[in-house]
């Protein structure tokens, strides 16, 4: 009697039951299978965006790169190199350099190192239709005085709790990337935090200040439009 009631409760609550359950996903995948959800997604056929898994890359250093994205709602996507795939978050508001502001960063699947040269326009109607502007691009460092840097950045991202540092060409310096413990560990959300040093400025909005590509110095009309700069 008693078990048949305990089961019943669990059962009513089964989404949250096993949310609350399940840990992170920590363990190691290839770059291919890292993959499997970025190409379920599109239709290579009708977006421009990369397959990926097209060239073997070895970096001494890992790449980050931001970019600017009209896709329903405008937001930025931070990715950042891994283990052969750019781990990835949409920022709904960009970026700030000031320390006493948080920006929610929800995680979304891995993309290929390809995309980061990818801008111009998905068409509307494929996934995450809309423009794709490269915002910053660079190279980041896990941020500790350990030997490792990698293990470190592998075992900071299992603790969801990432201290980088980016050399951008817009971006420098140390951030914190923390993930939220009350979350569906499917779409884990971030926060993304600009950490206290020379580079923190509570004056400047970044976002408003850099309008145009880092690469092309296109704004999101003309990459629209598929013509150069102005
Ligand atoms: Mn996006």
């Known amino acids: 009697m008693l078990?048949?009631?305990?089961?019943?409760?669990?059962l009513q609550n089964p989404q949250r039951f096993t949310k609350q359950q399940k840990p992170h996903k920590t363990t190691k995948r290839s770059p291919r299978q890292a993959l499997t959800t970025y190409r379920k997604k599109r239709?290579?056929?009708?977006?421009?965006?990369?397959?990926?898994?097209?060239?073997?890359?070895?970096?001494?250093?890992?790449?980050?790169?931001?970019?600017?994205h009209a896709a329903g709602h405008l937001h930025f996507d931070l990715r950042l190199e891994r283990?052969?795939?750019?781990k990835s978050w949409a920022?709904?508001?960009g970026l700030s350099l000031d320390p006493a502001i948080k920006r929610l960063a929800m995680q979304v699947e891995d993309h290929p190192i390809e995309y980061n040269t990818f801008e111009g326009t998905i068409p509307a109607g494929e996934y995450g239709g809309g423009t794709v502007m490269l915002w910053d691009q660079g190279t980041y460092h896990y941020d500790s005085d350990r030997p490792d840097d990698l293990e470190s950045l592998r075992q900071g991202y299992a603790k969801g709790d990432l201290k980088l540092v980016f050399a951008g060409k817009r971006?420098?310096?140390?951030?914190?990337?923390?993930?939220?413990?009350?979350?569906?560990?499917?779409?884990?959300?971030?926060?993304l935090i600009k950490r206290r040093d020379e580079f923190a400025?509570?004056?400047?909005?970044?976002v408003e200040k850099?309008?145009?590509?880092?690469?092309?110095?296109?704004t999101m009309e003309?990459?629209?439009?598929?013509?150069?700069?102005?």
């Open 83 to 86: 283990d052969g795939v750019m």
């Open 43 to 68: 239709d290579f056929a009708k977006t421009a965006e990369p397959i990926g898994g097209t060239e073997v890359v070895i970096h001494n250093e890992l790449a980050f790169v931001i970019q600017k």
């Open 91 to 93: 920022v709904p508001k």
């Open 210 to 218: 850099y309008q145009t590509s880092v690469t092309t110095g296109r």
């Open 3 to 10: 078990k048949k009631q305990t089961t019943k409760i669990s």
């Open 201 to 206: 400025d509570s004056q400047t909005d970044i």
């Open 171 to 191: 971006l420098q310096g140390s951030w914190a990337l923390v993930r939220m413990r009350r979350c569906d560990p499917e779409r884990p959300q971030w926060l």
């Open 222 to 230: 003309e990459i629209a439009a598929d013509q150069p700069p102005a």
